[in-house]
Each structure stands twice: as structure tokens, then as C-alpha cells.
């Protein structure tokens, strides 16, 4: 068992300092497991740290998984067989730039349910996962014979409230599923932070990017005695969609990092890996201002690549890591083959609104209503209204998360963005008689940190002309999961309107990591033999999308939802690096 002693941490009876990176499982594919965590080992880290995605393992109230790459057992048992300790935050709530910090949207649909505090629903469901996730970790816990020396017990609380009595009765959870080893809590070093978030009896640790001598002393202001560990030292930074692509230089890290080292304290480096947002799974913040979508790239600017290439992070970490704990390098394992596959033609194409009924069964409903009340958790929404009279108005959705395109008669009317503090609305144009009004929303990701967080519901609350509320509308869900793509009904000819699905295929004979490029497109989703590799956006910063050399098989498809604009030219192009586009220097006040 890792225990405390004073100012140190000891294991197996010795004095121990934890020097941990941060992988998360399900941000890498299985077999990429083994690979990032061997180079982590040959970096001098001696543990690895992950977060845990409640809204992957249990997608729907009480169906859980833990499969393929929710198979956090199969990763904590690579990392034992590679001689790496594991730390296992479970959350609830992770923030990590993830979909709703890692909350399930399904608790969106409880009207009144409050999140992360001791409310008896809110607790009765976080109870319900940890009876059944914890069971995947308890057995590998260091005294049971695994690996896992701690357990982090909610996570940086004290941004988000100070509701004491839930964080014991998580650490209480936690107890009563099985998990003997040391919990503890971090927070950053705000004073306020740490009175919120901190629990007395347990040792907190410490968030933050530089300044390690200046927020080390804040932390022992409140915890003079214990060891002292920074749980996430940031060594880059994420991107949001449209902004510049964010990279701390190397040296101002090294610098900062050496620092933290010299406290004689243990770390855990966040990220050293970043891995993808795969899917719908991109997070999102959210000001006062203006609504803010994570990139679909996790590369963090970390010491490994989004494909587990060196960085020059790596090699100074690695030769500072490996000085400072007096052990020899080992050698490095091979970084991975790249290739450019070239060109692919997307000939196959078939119009959203032509493969509506192939796609999703029509929910009948009086006021259009948030997804999260269909059942749907992420993707896309449309709602569908006849309207009968006569009209020359403007329509508005009131409370759109996140962007919505309006039709008439499926004439294409104009957009809206929750982030046009202006706008007026769509003009429909003059309807005298009837027409089929579709408003087609976009969910973007829910917010993962800060107060906006648990009113992100997404679709649309109410759908207007001027004041007059629409009523009784059709409503298809569409989730749009690797599934839904064999219902499409594909055409060689071109569709003349968007939202429409492109596809076609590539060979690969040689498996190797590759970069999808989308010239021309401008926004949408795409997948790779039915696995949603994630959004692109024109705006950037990203302009490939990673695609794993698991995922390839000898005959491959590829399939576009494109939202926006015709393209130029339907092809996507394979190459062989990754493309963010603009560089900052990642500065923060920490």
C-alpha cells in the first residue's frame, strides 16, 4: 500500500516519489495502449495516470461497458506488466475538456436534478456506476496485487462549489465498492479553490503549470503537513475551433518543470499523451460572451504527438526525469510509421433529408424540446413543422445549443449560431397555404467546466415567427453512430444541396497512421468503417483528422457529413502529418 509518513509518501516500506504521466485509455485505440505506455516508461515515469468517462461506460441509464476502448482493466494490466503504477480518477465529473466533463447526458433530462453536490437522484445514479465500475478496478488495486497506488475523489472541486457533505459521500462510495488504497482531492491553489474543495482528512494535491516554489507554500497555508504532489502539471494547452493552435515552447516548460523537480515533490504530468476526441466526445467552455467547442485533436502540445511521436518536450523531460531519479535511459521504442495514402474519391453520395426515415424513427411532440428528453444524447436534431397560413416573417429558436440551418419546403433559408448576439433571425420568405418548416440543430459538445456547465442541454427550448411560438412539431433524433451509415440509400450522382453524406474508399495494403485532409469542405463529421473519427471545421485550427492504423483494414470507406457548403471538390486526401494550423505561446496565470 502507497501511506504517508509525514512529508513523504512510502511504498514497501521505503521512502517513494511518484513521477506519473497522464494516457487516457479511452483517448487512445487498445492497441495503442502498450505503445504510448512504453514510451512513458522510457521517458523515466515509474506511473501512469487516467481519467474515467461516465458518460462512455454507462451511454444509457443502467447499460454499462467496459469493452475495447472503455477497457480500463486490459490498461491497467499493460501498464502492470511494464512495471508502471497507475493513479485512477473516476470523477464523477472530469472535466478534461471531455463532453460534459464526463457527466452522461441522460441526467440532463431530470427536470430539477442538481449535479455535484449531495442531492439524493444526483448521488443515487453516481452510486448506481461506481457499484459497477468500481468492481473493474478494486481487483487491481497494489494490495490486491496490481497496480493502482491512489484514487482521486471528485475533481477539482473547489472551482465548481464547497459542498463538503458530497465529497464525503463519494469517498464513502468509494469505500463501500472496495477501494482500500489512498484517496485523495485536487484542486489549484486559489485560496478559495482549496478551501472549497479540500477534505481534511485527505490529502489534497496541488494543480498548476509553472510557479511550483510559489504554489507549493499556498498548498501548505492549508495542509502544512503531507507530501506534496502537483497532480496536473500543464505542459501545453487545448485548442478551441477558431482560435489559434496553442504551444507552449519547449524550454519555458523544461525550465518550469526542473523547478517542480527541485521541490523534491512528486508530479504527474498532464498531458503526456493527449490522444483524440473521437466521435462526439469534444468538450466545450462557455463565458459570458461566447460559447467555445474543443477541437476534435487532444495533442495538447504534449511530450508524445497525437500519434505517439517524440517531441522535443519528451527528450528534455526524459533526460532532466531520468538525472534527477539516477536511473539509465532505456531505449527508446520505435516512434510508428506514417503514410500518405493519397487521394480518395467521394463518388457515393446520399441527402440527409432523402434518408430522414432510414436514419431515425419521428418523435410526435407539442413544443420542440431539448434532446436530452428524446433520449438522445449527442449528434444532430431536426425539427419539422407545417406551417399553414400566410407568413412573411423571420424565425428564431430561442435557447439553440449550438448551430442550426433552416429550411422551407427544404429550400435552404439560413443559419443560426448561438454565438450571433445579433441575430435577428432567418427570413422564410412569403408562404401563403402551407410549408414544412426543418430546423436542424447541431450539438457542438456541452460545456465541461465552470457554472454554464449543467444548463447545456442541447437542440433547441422554443422555435418562433416574430412572438408566435410554433407548436406540434415531428422531431428525429439523429445520433448518427457507425451503425445508422449502413441505412443509407447512396447514389453515384451528385446530391445539389447540403446536409448530404459523401462517400468512397481506399486501399491499404500496408497499415500505417494517416491523416485525413477535407479541402473544400467546411464542416461536418467523418467516419472511418463506421467509427466517427470526430468534427472538422474549416475555421480551424485543425485541418486533418488522426486515423489510426487500427482502424484500417485492407478495403476502406470513408464516409463525409457535410453541413455547411457544397464542396469544391468531393475527395478527402490521406497524408502523412497532421495539420494545426497558427502557433501561441501558452502563458497562464497558475
Known sequence: MLTIQGNEFYLKGKPFKIYSGAIHYFRTL????????RKLRACGFNCVETYVPWNLHERRKGEFDFSGILDISRFLKTARELGLYAIVRPG????????FGGLPAWLLAEDGLRLRCNEPRYLGHVRDFFAEFLKQIAPMQINHGGNVL????????????NDKEYLLEIEKCYRENGIEVLLFTSDGTDSSMLSGGRVPHLLETANFGSGAKRNFENLRKVQPEGPLMCMEFWNGWFDHFGEIHHVRP??????????LLNQDASVNVYMFHGGTNFGYMGGANCTEREYQPTITSYDYDALLTEYGGYTKKYRMTRKMLCEHRGITPEALPPEGERRAYGKVQLGKTAGLFANLDRLSAPVKSVTPEYMEKFGQNYGLILYRHVLRGEYNGKLSVDGLHDRAWVFVDGQYKGLLWRNDKKNTGVGLGAINGSAVIDVLVEGMGRTNYGPKMTSDR????????GNQLLYHWEVYPLELEGRHLEEL?????????????????FKADNKADTFI????????????NGFNLGRYWSIGPQQTLYLPAPLLKHENTVTVLELEKLP???EAELVDKPVLQGKKWFRRKS
Open 92 to 99: 464523477p465529473y472530469i472535466c478534461a475538456e471531455w463532453e
Open 568 to 570: 469544391d471538390n468531393a
Open 489 to 505: 440509400e447512396f447514389t453515384d450522382a451528385s446530391v445539389k444541396a447540403v446536409p448530404a453524406f459523401y462517400q468512397g474508399s
Open 458 to 465: 442541447k437542440g433547441a427550448a422554443q422555435i418562433r415567427i
Open 30 to 37: 487498445p492497441d495503442c495502449w502498450e505503445d504510448r505506455l
Open 517 to 528: 485532409r477535407l479541402r473544400g469542405f467546411t464542416k461536418g463529421y467523418v467516419w472511418v
Open 250 to 259: 519547449a524550454k519555458h516548460y523544461a525550465m518550469s518543470f526542473k523547478e
Open 150 to 161: 491512489a484514487v482521486q475523489v471528485e475533481n477539482e472541486y473547489g472551482s465548481y462549489g
